[in-house]
């Protein structure tokens, strides 16, 4: 069940039977030569429809542009940065706060999202008791990262093992072509990528992750691999989401 | 073309022939007892895309949430502060603008976004001159509302005549109609549809237009409409990008 | 009755019988080689209190610098950025509130306010709702442009026609003529004005509008045609505001 | 010479012999039974011109609304916050320092503007260095606030004595009374006024500070003391701004 | 060495050497019925000088209030929020770049710094490169916290096993005794101590965790396993500063 | 009594006998060729503990850096822009007085700190009414200079005459001394030192003042002195306090 294809009314029913909704968070940042720059908010969307169709839960739009600062360097790359997408956060759950939600579930499809969501639920959580909202401490949020659902990230493992890298990575790239196959994209990938510097500022990103991937062997993916990491994806995120709720 | 289905290097070649690139704008907002919540961002995303294919121009992420504070006492309804808008968007224009892009054209579903897109522009514009950026002084931002194409207005006036109203439109519905046509929906309309009361805040809003229409009738709407609507737009707006372009 | 020439107990008084309050606000920039750099605000300023005599209304202080980041290229404009114009009108509305007022008619000189204006009247609603005042859902903005009044905009299209122009225009500079006939200002001034060109940044602006006028001729302005403007638009946004009120 | 009534051009010959404008700031609050609203704003512009006049200095618009949060539980007084203040500042002097101005002399009429003042001046320089302009590191700002001038000071003592008090003092009520003759108001007066209490918020001012004065009889007041006091405080402060000009 | 016991003129020195500084953060929060409730600034600090005196470091002041918003239903607790936090962040970061230091090395005592933190070094990142500092490209932050040092980890885990918890545990409390032994508290713990929920808001931490602890046992603390873990994270983080340096 | 050394429930007891609680602010800055970067905070924390035993205040963490902007030319300076320190200022005062604090007596030991405190008191105080809080009309906020003690001046005065200067200080030394025997530091200094300079920004200070001290000898400053200082200080602002309360 998609807000944007619900109309208001259904969604005043919906809040009768459940406060919870599902908010997809994706990220616009290069992904190696031949992953796209919608990846991580591919990724998440796909999940997010998955888990909502498992669940019945809602599923928000998706918040395509995430906290990527490091990937600026390369061009194609949107960001917010942190201050920003805090308060975008803080303006999300205030308002579905205000009709009645209580329980936000953010599928993640980006790492580099995950300290600032962090910084904006505890914001948000502070923000909402000085509102005096009648649910105001009653809201909880999460965030949920699929790549790091246990059973996907034991499938990466064995179909990828050490090639999995970190960015831009032959599981999302899979995923990826799973859901766009007319969109699989091949280049020369040298075979010495690079590996194991911390992330910094965006020059020093650039500096030494030259083509964008993280240690990553992306060839490695096929669409039925992003089948198979799509379906343990949603039974693990479907179950994380009903807990939760519970 | 779809910068979320480019690669990176893909962009790079991309911005050897153009500076340009088409943002969607749309909104998160009730659009009466029968329209999609969704509305605004479906039709821009839509009409973006095809302006794109017909234009060769790059289509960026939909931006899906805008200003909406005014529709926040319905369900289900999302909004972003202006001040967080124009925040959002000085962070797309800046990374975007570091990469080599300076022509930025903004697709819009929703009226209430242009008075903070406008403000965005002017607060983006003086940012860019404060960090020296090459490209700063040859950026340039322009909004495009579809449904004031000349052609698409005037195609409304004769379809719909004063039943058109100014919000939850039967050309809006329409349009949802003929890209979401597994997602019609149905509802008693009271005839006597509130209209002329201009927007405050969200309360005053949900006072005067209690179903949340403006004036309009939805009930007209049809697919067939909303192809011929949608083809409208993506032809005026195309020559548009064009003309702004060059 | 300006409200700096009130003291408190006056203004109680007056917020029992009404909850209006007229507030100008123009610009501090450049008006081309003749016009004054205060033009904006003079205007908003003189027409403010000429409404407020006809209508007994409160007028408050006149905001004299607003949002014109384009002119800021030429010495002597000063801008404040949307952002924080924002802030400034959400502080204004926000205050007055708390007072007891909750119809606020901004009477307007400066095209370039607009946008950032109605940003901020929704900003503020948001604002005033999340304080829980107990007229919070009661207040209501607008903002009138005294060069929009359709008489206003008639004389000036019968007395110049396309001399007009749009910026450092003939009826604007006849207006401060007549309110201060001592600071007539003349200049040589190139016929070949330029025009057409959209506004973007400050540097932009300046290479396009070389001498700071947008297709205009402020050679045609008389203080006598100032004077006949002034009583139009006084008349037009008396009767505008008393509308408001009630 | 008021920058109101210049031209660009004016201002750009104006800045090759001088660097220097002065920037009066006041405030919009209560002045007791008796004092107007606008008491701080009209005493520091009308002082500001009598410099401007006196010293051929540049006089900017006067920043009506100051940090008045204090007085904000009386009707008709507005207040910036002290955050909104500083962006205001901040905006003024940077695009004055822009167009080649780097020195900043604000005549002051209201005490509670001054540490907010300071503040910004601090923030300012910061931003500026950020900038990198070319002037960075000459701008220089200044607070001169008129009633402090020890000749206006030695003059109120000798008038009042202890009945000066310092909030709706019989000095500032004097200079509005020679500036606007028209506008002397009456009212019985408790000549059991309060004084001594320190200022902390706005429910706890009026709690201590009933009718709005702290321990001034202000019906001392008369338009020649105000025209006395003028006198003093231009010719004071053209020394001031002279010697800081050099 | 630490910074506040140093000269200017030493600083420059050292810069000559070295641009690594180490901050240590902690929080002002309740630790429980007897743990204090600076405990996590005070291991910081105490650590940090530890680190410093074995690597010849300069240490920079201690930030004693980090984000604790979930702690602030309990009295004393202090928090910024992650918004502020960002900013003070990227001011320390800032300035000190601006002198010349370009490695930071954050020795954190608290679990609810570490989202805010991550999220500033990104904003400061991006803002250092927007001011084009000679080193913006250079600068590299990282956190570390004493408590996930391996030996550290393991000690605790070998001492109290699960009665370590996760908030207000022996092993932080047995490094406050060992640092202040003449503020060794004692009082009844309950030993139903709640567990296992997640952290959402303030009034929601206090409702699941009453007495303020986590899972933990402090009475288990002693001031001589303070030392062994004052003396493991001191050993472990010197070697982490000095990998990270180079 | 020490927050950081006190556990929740002490706080709990406290606060039914006393809603008071002193603050010591100070500055990470050059203090000059011999003096400690932290002096200001050194200064500040030491008296605040010592009025903290006088008068059985609780005393909060030290901020450890102010505003410090004009010394950010020195090596080792660290500031906080004013609208930063605001932020934290209202975040401090915010999360005490939700655990019932009221009276909040800030010891600061730089001059650069009271305009922006000032500020931030203002800001403060209308934040809390914004959040109806049931002490929001009770809090008061006071800074208290312990170098602006009238006995301490004198004895500043009586000691060091005129090479007290106003920065840099021989008596802030000598305090230091006392605290910090073993970090007594000397160095060669200029007889001619500059002094009188107005401050501005930062690169202007360093041009003006090119040792970092302002018209001091800080060779004049003896341990003992120190100690008598200390001595003044405490006594001062131990009666100032308690004052404050009542």
Known sequence: MLLHLCTWPEVESYLDRSTGIILPIGSTEQHGPTG??????????????????????LVGPTINVGMALHHTAFPGSISLRPSTLIRVIKD???????????TFFFINGHGGNIATLKAAFSETYAHLADLNLPNSDRVRCRVANWYQCESVYRLAKQLYGAREGSH?????????QYIY?????????????AKGHPIYGAADFRRHY?????????????????????????????????????
Request: proline share 7%; glycine share 8%; aromatic share 6%.
């Open 36 to 57: 796209l720059i919608g990846t991580d908010a591919i990724c998440a969307e796909a999940i997010a429809k998955g888990v909502g169709e498992a669940t019945g839960a």
């Open 181 to 193: 196959p007319d969109s699989i994209k091949t280049a020369p990938l040298d075979a010495n990528v």
């Open 210 to 246: 030259p083509d964008g991937r993280m240690g990553s062997d992306p060839s490695l993916a096929t669409p039925d691999h992003g089948r198979q990491l799509y379906e343990l994806a949603v039974k693990d995120l479907s179950r994380s989401y009903l807990e939760f709720l519970n």
């Open 92 to 102: 999300y759950i205030t308002f579905l706060s205000k009709s009645g939600f209580s």
């Open 168 to 176: 831009a990575t032959p599981s999302e790239v899979a995923l990826t």
